[in-house]
């Protein structure tokens, strides 16, 4: 069973723009924070962007400025709107989403984002 799905990436030129999406079809989706997270080949997996059932937001220093985090709760998804991409942002985005009462989380499969010229 399917929880989140991601979708939006591909390639794009340095400078560029994506809108990357998680799809989530969990229950009680308001609930959940939700983070994105990348791995680029040969590191560790790292925290981007997150948002708080509550609206609140945090962003890796890296991408401060460049990139935004937003949710739509009626639609049980999340974005995040990248702009000013660096080939440094290249990595597989991945999205997470947690709840606390009960404990309860999920990982999607990754989208590819490849910034190149």
């Known amino acids: 069973q399917v929880q989140l799905v991601e979708s939006g990436g591909g390639l794009v030129q340095p400078g560029g723009s994506l809108r990357l999406s998680c799809a989530a079809s969990?229950?009680?989706?308001?609930?959940?924070?939700v983070k994105w997270y990348r791995q680029a080949p040969g590191k560790q997996r790292e925290l981007v962007a997150s948002?708080?059932?509550?609206?609140?937001?945090i962003f890796a220093d890296s991408v401060k400025g460049r990139f935004t985090i937003s949710r739509d709760n009626a639609k049980n998804m999340v974005y995040l709107q990248m702009n000013s991409l660096k080939p440094e942002d290249t990595a597989v985005y991945y999205c997470?989403?947690?709840?606390?009462?009960?404990?309860?989380?999920?990982w999607g499969q990754g989208t590819q984002v490849t910034v190149s010229s």
């Open positions: 969990v229950s009680a989706f308001s609930i959940y924070d």
């Open positions: 948002i708080t059932s509550g609206g609140s937001t």
């Open positions: 997470y989403a947690r709840r606390y009462v009960p404990l309860l989380d999920y």
